[in-house]
């Protein structure tokens, strides 16, 4: 009886699945990716939990009983004389022993679906980079690696650090929850940190009063807008980067969001300044005049922080992108 509830049990779990995708796909609700292999691997232990401590246990025990049944066959005819006996016990225990389908879809999959969900959790998750407000460091397309230990462990979907490692810094880019929208993922470089005070003012940017170190470079080409951009060298942290602007845009900001703290910053013709929060990060795209950040929606809490991003696996468009970057 329960052996035949596993098949439409299986069925019923991808057709689930299928469901929920295809509504991510087209946009009928927001998807939660961890979420999603979390509750795929509890599924998955329990039908591999049926197999191995149930189903498996009784197929083997059906094979021993078609072995034990051919030996007192074998000796019924003995007394008869017959010493030769075609009983096929081997075909007949190795179909006793086959897995019915819903094992390869499910149990034999668990393993595979685990690995993937700790090495998700744990060590190293892929992004997409979907705008181009990370020019020139990231164009569009990039496929990204984001080390998830680097800052600390987190417990998975909760995303609760339980182990500290190492410190947030300045020039970092990292992976993190929107704010406004905590089911979506953004990424940007670290500007402030907690207690510092950024003021990006007339597109120059400074830290606690002190400019920070800027550099011209040859204007950039972008191919996608087949537009030419003031191109900059910068040095947040111990490596420069990057970062684009556009004369043609205005220095102040328009279009800001109702945020927290946002009393700790201030608004003017020539730009922003803000004071950071304790456990907060003010963040930036190096595409400046292309990018929505801690100008506009406010800052970053530390519990949104997902990730370090540092290296780029694949552009499917561009293979010369493959690579680690600043």
Known sequence: MMSSLMNPLAAALYALLAIYLGGW??????????????????????????????????????AKALEVEAQRRRAELQKLGIAQVDDRLEEAQAQALMPPPWVEWTAGLFPIILAIF??????????????????????????????????????????TKVVELHAVQRGDV??????????????????????????????????????????????????DSLRYAQQWQEQLGEKPHRVLTDKAVPPFVMGTFDHPHAQACSYTAEGVQ???????????????????????????????????????WMNFGNLGRIGGFN
């Open 25 to 62: 796909w087209w946009g009928r609700w927001a998807g939660n990716f961890s979420l999603l292999l979390f509750l795929m691997s509890l599924a998955m232990l329990g039908f591999w939990l049926a197999e191995r401590l149930h189903f498996r246990p009784a197929r083997e025990a059906a």
């Open 174 to 223: 990292v992976v993190f929850r929107y704010p406004v929208d905590p089911r979506a993922d953004y990424i940007k470089r670290v500007v402030g940190l907690p207690g510092d005070t950024v003021a990006y003012l007339n597109k120059r940017l400074t830290i606690n009063g002190q400019p920070v170190p800027t550099t011209a470079l040859p204007d950039f080409y972008d191919e």
């Open 118 to 159: 700790l090495l998700r959790s744990f060590l190293f998750e892929p992004f997409k980079i979907p705008s181009g407000s990370m020019i020139p460091t990231l164009a569009v397309g990039d496929l990204i690696l984001v080390n998830k230990y680097h800052y600390g462990i987190r417990l998975p979907v909760i995303n």
């Open 274 to 312: 803000c004071t950071v929060p304790p456990g907060h990060y003010f963040v930036m795209g190096d595409n400046r005049d292309n990018s929505q950040d801690s100008r506009y929606w406010g800052f970053v809490p530390d519990q949104n922080i997902v990730g370090r991003a540092f290296f780029v």
